[in-house]
């Protein structure tokens, strides 16, 4: 086995205690949280007999290590449960949304990335300036504004006053049609088919979430690419590459810049794990069809389910972004990792 295959195959067998730690824990927690899903599935109506049938039905009736290994028993299939408020299973229901959340995700991402980094990188190369300034309101502002009251505001100012921004109801306007699914991402299947019409619409109803979750995520990318370059900037290999005669385009991106995306990427990947589950608030302002409102409503109506699936959905996903972002330390510097011992 090559030295990178090595690489990806222990990393992937370190992941599986995690995977395993998550099934367990999430199990044991939503067993904890108040309420009763048989009497939520049953209605306000429902007698205790009626009641009892449903729970009988979902295995809630049974002791907790049986239904454990009932649950472990159903994730080896492939089935992570059937949702008691959407009726569906649990896969169809996070298949059905997390195209939704990833692709605001990572609009915001690239958006934050596309100012936050060459931000970072100015300021890191004139500090004390007005970019540095700059840099750090923005990093500031970012961090101490609620996604809720951006979000808010942003709807007020470009949908209320100004009226250029379409009504924040979800991912298409009423007038439009949902492209044929193809990979779940509005803007991909609507290029896909060639409705250019559909995709300018859902690129407008994108534009105002992915902004007000841009700001949110461009304080932590800029900090760190400034905090990242002032350290390279200040290291002895770019001091030995100016007293060489390199020219500073050179010295900058080169060297010190493609040593300071390490920590960068790291950042990248904290953030995009953490917003992808945790941007529940603006998918409420906007009313995003995301998995994180999906999880919450799970949670009101103690849908075990659900719960379960959107953890272990939000750990793979951990898992494989953790992955990715080894193989990416490995293209920017081959001395991380990918060597066979």
Known sequence: MSGRGAAIFNRIAQAIP????????????????PGDPAVQFAGAAATPESIEQVRQSLGLDKPLPQQFMIYVGQLLRGDLGQSVST???????????????????????IMSCLIAIPLGVLAATRPGSWVDQLCRILVTAGVSLPTFFTGIVLIYVFYYLLGIAPSPLGRLDFIYL????????????AAIAGDWETWFGALKQLVLPAITLALFTLAPIARMTRAAMLSALSADYVRTARAAGLGPQKVLYGYAFRNALLPVITTLGMVFS????????VEKVFAWPGIGSYAVEALVVSDYAAV???????????VLLNLIIDLTYSVIDPRFGTSAK
Do not use: H
Not at 87 to 109: F, I, K, Y
Not at 178 to 189: H, M, S
């Open 274 to 281: 953490f917003v992808l589950g945790a941007n529940v608030l």
């Open 308 to 318: 379960q699936g959107f953890v272990l959905a939000m750990a793979l996903l951990f």
């Open 87 to 109: 009726g569906r299973s649990v896969a169809e229901d996070l298949a059905a949304r997390l195209p939704a959340s990833l692709e605001l995700t990572l609009t915001a991402l």
């Open 178 to 189: 949902d492209p044929p699914r193809v990979t779940g991402f509005f803007l991909i299947d």
């Open 18 to 33: 995690v995977v395993i730690g998550v099934v367990v824990i999430s199990f044991v927690l939503t067993r904890a949280l």
